[in-house]
């Protein structure tokens, strides 16, 4: 058999056509190098050849990676240090541009990509104060920092695709300061909320006092409506009563007037003896 030269070129073509066949996975892009020059890039998956022995096939991942940077300290607006932990998520945009910039080292690529997020992240805190990096400004940073990440990040052949900052802690030397600062605020947030409080119950009391004083006013005013219609009403009952027995309304108006008058045993009167208040009683046949 190995005498048989068709059996020998089969063979020799089922080698050829062996080692020039190459697969790239889904997950993965591919470069093509003849003598270590890049004569083909961004290789899609699937199978493909090449000529064995002159060019050679390098794969990188298409997937989309992490960096989880050590936290760093960066300076603020006020001149205070801030602990900064983040980590970012990119991918290889560019392979030819990948390979040339980094030479298709991953540790390469994390550092330099590393090295640009500390610096965007360092020009983001410094124009802000602590309290604006911490409470309604991170988003703002976030999408700042990827913008301009992403233009230095290109020359690197990659992409970033998602940045975050995980944590802002304070440095121990600021720590206290900046709680004594963040307490004071919240101290004046609270009398200012106090100060309005206060102006607003003096307020409502000032209304309820208000309409308190009209509402007794009103009532004054029916009450003395009420008493002076009783008053017309009686005066009619007693001109009524005087005008159909005028004597007789007279001498009970008296009776009345010696109750009062004579009704305690301690009572002493200094009086005329003929004085009219005692009429009924020197008249007797009345």
Do not use: C
């Not at 610096?119 to 976030?142: C, H, P, V």
């Not at 720590?175 to 119950?201: H, P, T, Y």
């Not at 009391?205 to 003395?224: C, G």
């Amino acid at each position: 058999m190995m005498k048989n030269p068709i059996i020998i070129a089969l063979m020799a073509i089922f080698v050829v056509v062996m080692s020039s066949a190459y697969v790239v996975d889904e997950r993965q892009t591919a470069i093509k190098f003849r003598f270590g020059e890049i004569v083909e890039e961004n290789i899609g998956p699937g199978l493909h050849f090449k000529i064995p022995l002159i060019n050679n096939i390098e794969t990188f991942s298409s997937q989309i990676l992490s960096m989880d940077a050590q936290p760093e300290q960066f300076l603020t607006n006020e001149k205070k240090y801030v602990v900064v932990d983040f980590f970012v998520k990119w991918r290889i945009s560019e392979p030819g541009k990948f390979y040339r910039s980094t030479g298709g080292d991953l540790r390469v690529a994390k550092n330099r990509l590393e090295s640009i997020m500390k610096d965007g992240l360092r020009n983001e805190f410094s124009k802000r104060t602590i309290q604006e990096a911490i409470s309604g400004e991170r988003d703002q940073i976030m999408q700042g920092l990827q913008t301009k990440s992403n233009e230095a990040a290109n020359q690197l052949g990659v992409g970033i695709v998602d940045v975050r900052v995980s944590q802002i802690d304070f440095s121990e030397k600021n720590s206290e300061s900046v709680f004594k600062r963040m307490r004071s605020e919240r101290e004046r947030v609270a009398q200012d909320l106090r100060a309005r409080g206060a102006e607003e119950a003096e307020r409502i009391q000032a209304a309820a006092d208000r309409d308190a004083e009209i509402i007794e006013a009103d009532a004054y005013s029916a009450a003395e409506k009420i008493r002076g219609q009783g008053d017309a009403k009686a005066a009619e009952i007693y001109a009524e009563a005087y005008n159909k027995n005028a004597e007789f309304y007279s001498f009970h108006r008296s009776l009345e007037a010696y109750r009062k008058s004579m009704g305690n045993s301690g009572d002493v009167m200094v009086m005329e003896p003929d004085s009219e208040f005692f009429r009924y009683f020197k008249n007797k046949s009345q």
